[in-house]
């Protein structure tokens, strides 16, 4: 008996499938690392804003106290405090507290550098309460 060997139709099928989803997979997986991140350092420095405000609503509460309390709760944002800047407004009627938070960060993944991103993110978060 004589048997053909014929070679598989799909030989190698499953590497080029591989090689041509893997970007699009490390793609996404990227992007949901970085939006955690992102969302992570934005929520801190909300809260900071917010309780740097609710610091501010107390009475004889200074502009250098607000501030030490609001970068005391942003500490957890950022690993270089020169990149948070704090500016605490009290209202030219002093009912007003305004607390305003940047934060500039860098890309935790190169996939915004190879999209033409410089790099550089800034994050803004505001509170604003009134005193009683």
């Known amino acids: 008996m004589k048997t053909k060997l014929r070679p598989a139709p799909e030989a190698g ?6 090689a041509l989803i893997l970007p ?7 992007g949901i690392i970085e939006f955690g991140v992102l969302f992570l350092s934005y929520n801190t420095i909300a809260n900071a804003a917010r309780e740097g405000a609710r610091a501010g609503i107390m009475p004889h509460a200074t502009t250098t106290d607000i ?16 990149n948070l800047g704090v500016q605490v407004v009290i209202g030219s ?11 500039t960060t860098t890309w935790l993944t190169p996939v915004a550098a190879l999209m033409g991103s410089s790099g550089n993110l800034v994050l803004r978060a505001r509170a604003t309460m009134n005193r009683e």
Do not use: H, K
């Open 93 to 103: 009627n002093p009912n007003t507290v305004r607390v305003s938070v940047t934060y």
């Open 67 to 82: 501030e030490t309390i609001t970068r005391a709760r942003a500490y957890g944002a950022n690993s270089n405090p020169a």
């Open 13 to 18: 099928q499953d590497i080029v499938e591989y």
């Open 24 to 30: 699009l997979l490390l793609l996404l997986m990227f």
